[in-house]
């Protein structure tokens, strides 16, 4: 249940994020065109909703695995040594993400100690720069999510056409083949 309701807010906040930007940069250039004004504060926003959006997007990537991998070795290889990658390959995704995580909400901190507001909306920068816990954070929990998938059930999370491929298709011996 829990689950169901943070992929449901994920894809919201991912969502929402992108329409406000589009709404808000759609009206003011509307605005700029045909009666020679727009909002002062638009580029601004639309840059702060792309970042929050961003970060969620990654951890979203995460989630449905449609992050761009190299991976043609690792589908190679079979058994212990495959698995091994795999496992060392999230386990540095957690690391990674965890460690900014980390150091992201620590930038907050200080950011919060400096008083520091956004040029044209004026908004705390703290609020802004916390896109890179959340983000991050969520980022970090997914790789753990992916692990605890692979370790269970021996299953990578892919999506795409990649993962449609048919195994060796990307064999250059193949490729003839392929081609008919």
């Known amino acids: 249940m829990f689950h169901r309701m943070l992929d449901r807010l994920e894809e919201w906040i991912i969502l929402s994020f992108m329409a406000v930007a589009t709404l808000v940069t759609f009206i003011s250039v509307l605005l700029r065109y045909t009666m020679g004004t727009g909002f002062t504060w638009s580029t601004e926003l639309t840059i702060y909703l792309f970042i929050w959006m961003a970060k ?3 951890a979203y990537g995460v989630r449905t695995g449609i992050h761009v991998g190299v991976d043609y070795v690792v589908n190679k290889l079979e058994g212990a040594k495959r698995r091994f990658l795999v496992i060392a390959g999230i386990c540095l995704g957690i690391v990674f993400t965890g460690v900014i995580s980390f150091l992201g909400a620590r930038w907050v901190i200080f950011i919060h100690g400096t008083g520091q507001i956004s040029p044209d909306l004026e908004w705390p ?4 720069y916390l896109a890179i816990p959340f983000g991050s954070g969520l980022m970090c929990y997914r790789f753990i999510q992916s692990l605890i998938k692979f370790l269970k059930y021996g299953e990578t999370t892919a999506a795409g056409p990649v993962s449609d491929l ?4 990307l064999d250059l011996d193949n490729t003839k083949e392929l081609a008919k």
């Open 125 to 128: 920068m703290w609020i802004i």
């Open 56 to 58: 969620f997007g990654a």
């Open 166 to 169: 048919r195994k060796g298709a």
